[in-house]
Every structure is written in C-alpha cells, then in structure tokens.
C-alpha cells in the first residue's frame, strides 16, 4: 500500500483507490493529480494487478486481499472513503454485503451487478468469454499505450486475456453471477455508482439499478464514456470523489447525479 501525497492538513481526508481486474495503481494517476490537500490518497496493488502471473485466481480466498487491505487502513487510522474499479467493486461490494467493511463512503466504478437470475442467459455468457479482451483494448487506447498501432495494442490485448486466463476469467464471472443474490439492505455506507454510458462491459442500466438498490446510493452518468471514467474524464471523476463524503442526502435517498 502506497501513500500517493502525505497530507498537509490534519482534516485531509484518506481515500484508498483499488485497480480492476488486470489493472494498475497507475490507472488512477490523472485523478490523483487534480486532488486538492483536503485529500490524501492512497493506493494499493492487489493479486489480480497487470502483471500478476494468474495463479492468485487459484485461492478460494483470493478476494480476502481487497478486504485485507482496506480494513488495515494506514498508519493506524481507517479509509474514510474507499474507490474501486470494476472487478475489485465488485469484490468490495460483496464485503459491503457480508457487512465485513465499514468505511464512512464508497465510490463504485464501472461495477458489474445485475439485480435478477433471469438477466443472465447463454449471450450474456458468450459476450463476457468471447469478447472479454475488448475492455482490455479499451484500456490501451486510453492509457501510455495509445501511441501504439491498434495491430499491437490488439496484441497486447490477447495477452492480458491468457495472463488472467481462464481460472481468472471465472473468479470474475463467478463474482458476477452472484450480483443477484447480494444483501443491498446491508450496505449502510453512502455509496456512489460512477458508469459511462458507452461502456461494452458493465452495462449503464444495471449501475443505475444497483445504486437504486442500495439504502444510500447515489448513481451518475458520464456521457461519451466508456468502461475506464478515471482515465477519460479525470477531471469530472475527482470532483466527485472530492465530495463523496457529502453524498448523504436525507430527503431523497436515491437521487440521480447529473
């Protein structure tokens, strides 16, 4: 775990910004940096991080890592607010569920949740395994990799598929599958969904009814975007984690960000 920028304020509050699947620390690199010193951010490097070797989906208690890691919070003080991409907010909102964190707010980006059994069929299936290196293209053609040629970053794309391979690709599917059977009414932290609306991934709808699901959940749209919001609108995404501790709004629990 890394502290990003120590703070230079006694109030600054501590964020922990948690990679999806085959990601890095890095990705949120831009976000940090427009990060006012009310903020210290941090950052950690989880089992299924770029460069990972795939065995770390072989554990039954692979997802332990994320928990581990932000219940120990830093230097002696807890996360006051925890942000996750994709696959790693899923992990975190299934220890949400379990009620085995309770950080004072969460950001969820990009995450995968569909609220009933019947949402999933064999095209949902054949989509996710056969087109799964798509989001991993995208994300080479937002990142340092952008000046590559799409022949290599397609390249590139195929290997990020067999580095996480096939055990890797169930973990995360497992963990989606099991979006229908969570215990929202558990989740008492305030809780911001982050989707863009031309995610190929993690589909706009199902973000807005995941919010709508939780007892204080707040849901935004950021339009012309796609599966990596921390790489295509930074700007937008820090103002919004900047004041994620002011989510709560008492008279209407579910209201909409725009």
Known sequence: MVCRRPATRSDA??????????????????????LGDEVEPWDAELPWHALADGTWSHRDDCD?????????????RPFDVVVAHSYSAGVLLEALAARRLDPSAV???????????QDFDWTAISHYLNDFHLMFEEAL??????RFS????????????EQVGPYGWMRWFQQYLRTPFLDLSAVRVPALVITGDRDIAARP????????????GRFTLF???????????????????????????PDDPHLELT
């Open 141 to 146: 053609r937002l990142g340092e990799t952008a």
């Open 107 to 117: 950001v969820l980006i990009s995450p995968f949740y569909r609220p009933s059994t």
């Open 205 to 216: 709808d199902d973000g807005r009814r995941l919010a709508a699901a939780l007892p204080d």
């Open 13 to 34: 509050v501590r964020i922990l910004f948690l990679h999806g699947l085959a990601g890095r620390p890095a990705v949120w690199d831009q976000v940090v940096d427009r």
């Open 64 to 76: 332990d890592a994320l928990v581990s890691t932000v219940a120990a919070g830093a230097a002696g």
């Open 223 to 249: 339009a012309d975007c796609g599966h990596f919001p921390m790489l295509e609108q930074p700007d937008r995404v820090a103002r919004l984690v900047s004041g994620c501790t002011h989510i709560r709004v």
């Open 150 to 161: 799409e022949r290599r970053r397609a390249w590139m794309a195929g290997q990020m598929r």
